[in-house]
C-alpha cells in the first residue's frame, strides 16, 4: 500500500483518500436469526443456518435445503433482503460471512447468524469483500476469544472498522470481486462434474455385483475379466539403508487421496532406527507404496521421480508393479473402485476399530477381476486422460483464488 488511506491498486480516476468507518455506520440494523428448528422443505420457504453458508465460496448451499418450523405470518423481519450480509457470531464458524441475492430464492436466517442490512449509499458487494481481508481475520482471531466458545456479537461486529472509498469506488470494487467469484464458482463446477463424472465411469467400467464384465467396454473386448492374484504381477521388494548420523535423507509422506510425496529431510542423527528401507526406482520404475494403517481411506500410490533413494516408515511397504502384467493406470484407478474396496480392504482388515491395518502379503494374495493387458491399458489410459484433466481443473481454480487473495491485498486499505 502507498499509504494507510489508499490502496496500492487502483481504477481510473479515483484519487481520493479512503475514509476508516465502522461497520455500524453502514449499516441500517443489526439483527439476531429466528430461534426456530428446520423442518422438511415446503418448496418455499428456504431456511439458512451456519452449515449451509460454503466454507469456501461462502454461498448458499441448498443441496439440503429446509424451510424454518415458523408462523410465517409473524416472521418478515427474519426474510433477508438483497443485499442483507449474514455473519456467524459463534462456535468454530465464526466470523464466517454470506451475502444474500435475489437468484437464492425466499430466505429466512436462524439463530446462530446475524444479519447486517446495509445502507443504501453503501455498496453490499464491497462489505461483503472486505470480510475476506486480512484485517477482518485478524479481527475475529482478537474479538472472538472467550473463555468458552469463541463468539462475536452484533455490538462488537458494528464496531469492526472499515477503510472505505466513495461509492463509485466502492461499486467498482465490488463488481471486480464479484466476476472474479462468479468466475471461481464455475471453475468449481466444472471441477465438481468431472470429478461426478470419474466416480460414474470407475462404478461402470469395472465389474460389480458379481459380473464377469463391467457395463461399459471399449470396443473390440467381449471376453470375461479373469480372477488372478494380485502377486502375479505385484512383488514386495526391500532396498535397505544404512543411516549415517552426518547425512540429510529424504522422507516419504503417502496422503488418504493416494498422493506419494516427500515430507522433507532429516539428519540422520535425528532417525531413531539406523537400518531403514528405502525407494529403488531405478530398478523398480513402478513402485507402489501404502501405508498398512491408511491404504483403507484411500493412501495408496505410484512413487513419483523425486522420491527415488528416499526412506520409507517400517509401515509403508514398497510393491514392484510389473507394468506388462497389471498395468499402472489401470491400477490406479481399480484401487479407488468398490470392487477393491470389497475384495482387497474389507476382506483383510486386521485388528479392532480403533487400529486398523492391512498386511501387504495380504494385498498380494487378495484375487481380483483383471481384464488382459489390452484391455488394462486402454481403460488405464482413458482415467489417466481423466486426472489429468481434473489436475488442470484444479490447478486454474487454485490459480483463481491466490489471484483473489492477491487482488485483495492491494485493493483494499
Given at each position: 500500500?502507498?499509504?494507510?488511506?489508499?490502496?496500492?491498486?487502483?481504477?481510473?480516476?479515483?484519487?481520493e483518500?479512503?475514509?476508516?468507518?465502522?461497520?455500524?455506520?453502514l449499516?441500517?440494523?443489526?439483527?439476531?436469526?429466528?430461534?426456530?428448528?428446520?423442518?422438511?422443505?415446503?418448496?418455499?420457504?428456504?431456511?439458512?443456518?451456519?452449515?449451509?453458508?460454503?466454507?469456501?465460496?461462502?454461498?448458499?448451499?441448498?443441496?439440503?435445503?429446509?424451510?424454518?418450523d415458523?408462523?410465517?405470518?409473524?416472521?418478515?423481519?427474519?426474510?433477508?433482503?438483497?443485499?442483507?450480509?449474514?455473519?456467524?457470531?459463534?462456535?468454530?464458524?465464526?466470523?464466517?460471512?454470506?451475502?444474500?441475492?435475489?437468484?437464492?430464492?425466499?430466505?429466512?436466517?436462524?439463530?446462530?447468524?446475524?444479519?447486517?442490512?446495509?445502507?443504501?449509499?453503501?455498496?453490499?458487494?464491497?462489505?461483503?469483500?472486505?470480510?475476506?481481508?486480512?484485517?477482518?481475520?485478524?479481527?475475529?482471531?482478537?474479538?472472538?476469544?472467550?473463555?468458552?466458545?469463541?463468539?462475536?456479537?452484533?455490538?462488537?461486529?458494528?464496531?469492526?472498522?472499515?477503510m472505505?472509498?466513495?461509492?463509485?469506488?466502492?461499486?467498482?470494487?465490488?463488481?471486480?470481486?464479484?466476476?472474479?467469484?462468479?468466475?471461481?464458482?464455475?471453475?468449481?463446477?466444472?471441477?465438481?462434474?468431472?470429478?461426478?463424472?470419474?466416480?460414474?465411469?470407475?462404478?461402470?467400467?469395472?465389474?460389480?455385483?458379481?459380473?464377469?464384465?463391467?457395463?461399459?467396454?471399449?470396443?473390440?473386448?467381449?471376453?470375461?475379466?479373469?480372477?488372478?492374484?494380485?502377486?502375479?504381477?505385484?512383488?514386495?521388494?526391500?532396498?535397505?539403508?544404512?543411516?549415517?548420523?552426518?547425512?540429510?535423507?529424504?522422507?516419504?509422506?503417502?496422503?488418504?487421496?493416494?498422493?506419494?510425496?516427500?515430507?522433507?529431510?532429516?539428519?540422520?542423527?535425528?532417525?531413531?532406527?539406523?537400518?531403514?528401507?528405502?525407494?529403488n526406482?531405478?530398478?523398480?520404475?513402478?513402485?507402489?507404496?501404502?501405508?498398512?494403517q491408511?491404504?483403507?481411506?484411500?493412501?495408496?500410490?505410484?512413487?513419483?521421480?523425486?522420491?527415488?533413494?528416499?526412506?520409507?516408515?517400517?509401515?509403508?511397504?514398497?510393491?514392484?508393479?510389473?507394468?506388462?502384467?497389471?498395468?499402472?493406470?489401470?491400477?490406479l484407478?481399480?484401487?479407488?473402485?468398490?470392487?477393491?474396496?470389497?475384495?482387497?480392504?474389507?476382506?483383510?482388515?486386521?485388528?479392532?476399530?480403533a487400529?486398523?491395518?492391512?498386511?501387504?502379503?495380504?494385498?498380494?494374495?487378495?484375487?481380483?477381476?483383471?481384464?488382459?493387458?489390452?484391455?488394462?491399458q486402454?481403460?488405464?489410459?482413458?482415467?489417466?486422460?481423466?486426472?489429468?484433466?481434473?489436475?488442470?481443473?484444479?490447478?486454474?481454480?487454485?490459480?483463481?483464488?491466490?489471484?483473489?487473495?492477491?487482488?485483495?491485498?492491494?485493493?483494499?486499505?
Amino acid at each position: 500500500m502507498s499509504n494507510n488511506t489508499q490502496p496500492e491498486i487502483r481504477f481510473p480516476g479515483f484519487m481520493e483518500d479512503w475514509e476508516q468507518r465502522k461497520l455500524g455506520e453502514l449499516a441500517e440494523s443489526f439483527e439476531y436469526g429466528l430461534n426456530a428448528s428446520a423442518k422438511k422443505f415446503d418448496g418455499s420457504n428456504k431456511y439458512i443456518r451456519i452449515t449451509d453458508i460454503d466454507d469456501i465460496s461462502h454461498k448458499f448451499n441448498q443441496s439440503g435445503v429446509t424451510s424454518p418450523d415458523i408462523d410465517f405470518a409473524s416472521a418478515d423481519n427474519y426474510k433477508l433482503k438483497k443485499g442483507d450480509i449474514l455473519f456467524a457470531r459463534t462456535g468454530a464458524s465464526v466470523g464466517k460471512t454470506y451475502m444474500y441475492r435475489e437468484s437464492d430464492g425466499l430466505v429466512y436466517y436462524a439463530g446462530f447468524l446475524i444479519r447486517a442490512r446495509i445502507k443504501s449509499k453503501i455498496s453490499s458487494e464491497f462489505v461483503f469483500q472486505t470480510t475476506f481481508t486480512d484485517s477482518y481475520n485478524r479481527f475475529i482471531k482478537i474479538t472472538s476469544q472467550r473463555s468458552g466458545q469463541p463468539g462475536v456479537n452484533a455490538e462488537e461486529y458494528s464496531n469492526f472498522k472499515i477503510m472505505i472509498p466513495n461509492y463509485e469506488e466502492q461499486n467498482a470494487i465490488g463488481c471486480f470481486f464479484k466476476k472474479i467469484d462468479d468466475t471461481i464458482t464455475l471453475h468449481q463446477r466444472k471441477l465438481d462434474l468431472l470429478k461426478e463424472t470419474k466416480k460414474g465411469f470407475l462404478q461402470k467400467m469395472f465389474p460389480k455385483n458379481g459380473a464377469k464384465v463391467p457395463e461399459i467396454r471399449f470396443p473390440g473386448f467381449t471376453e470375461d475379466w479373469e480372477e488372478r492374484k494380485l502377486n502375479e504381477g505385484m512383488t514386495e521388494y526391500t532396498d535397505r539403508v544404512y543411516i549415517q548420523d552426518d547425512e540429510i535423507y529424504k522422507q516419504v509422506s503417502v496422503k488418504n487421496v493416494g498422493e506419494i510425496t516427500l515430507r522433507g529431510e532429516q539428519i540422520g542423527s535425528k532417525i531413531g532406527r539406523k537400518r531403514q528401507a528405502k525407494v529403488n526406482l531405478i530398478e523398480h520404475p513402478d513402485t507402489l507404496i501404502f501405508t498398512r494403517q491408511t491404504i483403507e481411506q484411500g493412501g495408496i500410490g505410484f512413487a513419483p521421480k523425486e522420491t527415488d533413494g528416499a526412506i520409507v516408515t517400517e509401515n509403508m511397504p514398497t510393491i514392484d508393479v510389473d507394468n506388462d502384467i497389471i498395468n499402472c493406470n489401470y491400477l490406479l484407478a481399480y484401487v479407488k473402485t468398490e470392487d477393491w474396496y470389497r475384495k482387497v480392504i474389507l476382506k483383510n482388515i486386521e485388528g479392532g476399530t480403533a487400529q486398523i491395518a492391512i498386511h501387504e502379503d495380504s494385498i498380494l494374495f487378495s484375487e481380483v477381476l483383471i481384464p488382459k493387458i489390452e484391455e488394462q491399458q486402454k481403460i488405464g489410459a482413458f482415467f489417466k486422460q481423466l486426472d489429468d484433466t481434473i489436475t488442470l481443473h484444479q490447478r486454474k481454480l487454485d490459480l483463481l483464488k491466490e489471484t483473489k487473495k492477491g487482488f485483495l491485498q492491494k485493493m483494499f486499505v
